[in-house]
């Protein structure tokens, strides 16, 4: 029997028009349709988004992938997500799963990809790319990303933030994800460089709860989602 493919789609950031037409095509071929589960049994981000695409006929598969750093965790999370999903491909039906964003762009789907294919070697693998969370940001403040020569520096604030000064010595156009956990110290950095009127938050972009937050010399605190980053634009 011929083993099914796992696909792995970008389905943007909320909007369900976002999602590509080759995205949508494959999204509703498959007879199998992977997620992450979304936390407290309520439906994740990718899981809203894909429904109102969705037939009647596919089944639909969430997989756990846990909100934490703990690598020994994450990795039996990995695994048996890749169990899962080989139990439908060996059996010949293919697979889409889909990604809130970009497939590519610190997508949970490539831990998922990687574990498979060091689990089972011969397992076919495909990727379909789509809007990552700092062009939908940039379009829904309606300001260009960059221009002309601009330098962008893209950071995971909750890792790196001891990199932002770095960042914006080197970049015009500084962009960073998962800000919530550290804004108060992102807040502080960037009062005392005189940047905050310089800098832009979008948490939740293109969903129906999105929240855009300007001129923050006025929220040095804020209760940001996980969902939420912050654009520096003109740092240098």
């Known amino acids: 029997m011929q083993l099914g493919t796992l696909y792995g789609i970008g389905i943007g950031t909320g909007d369900p028009e976002l999602i590509t037409l080759k995205g949508l095509r494959q999204l509703q071929n498959a007879p199998v349709v992977a997620f992450p589960s979304g936390l407290n049994n309520q439906p994740g981000v990718a899981e ?5 695409w ?6 639909q598969l969430s997989l756990t992938f846990p909100y934490l750093q703990d690598e020994t965790l994450l990795y039996q999370a990995w695994t048996d997500a890749a169990q899962q999903v080989w139990s439908y491909l060996q059996q010949g039906h293919d697979i889409a799963f889909a990604c809130e964003g970009d497939i590519s762009f610190y997508s949970t789907f490539n831990y998922l990809a990687q574990t498979l294919t060091k689990q089972h070697p011969q397992a076919s693998i495909e990727v379909i790319p789509g809007i990552a969370s ?3 940001a940039a379009a829904v403040l309606g300001l260009p990303l960059t221009i002309r020569d601009q330098r962008l520096t893209i950071l995971p604030a909750l890792y790196h933030i001891d990199r932002l000064e770095q960042a914006l010595n080197s970049s015009e156009v500084v962009v ?9 110290q992102v807040w502080q950095f960037l009062k005392e460089r005189n940047l905050l009127k310089q800098a832009y938050i979008v948490e939740r972009a293109t969903q129906p709860n999105q929240k855009i937050y300007t001129n923050l010399e006025q929220f040095p605190q804020l209760p940001l989602s996980y969902f939420s980053l912050l654009i520096i634009m003109g740092s240098n």
Not at 48 to 52: H, N, S, V, Y
Not at 54 to 59: E, S, Y
């Open 176 to 184: 960073l994800m998962k800000v919530s956990s550290v804004y108060g």
């Open 48 to 52: 809203t988004i894909i429904q109102p």
């Open 134 to 136: 700092p062009m939908a």
């Open 54 to 59: 969705l037939k009647p006929q596919q089944i």
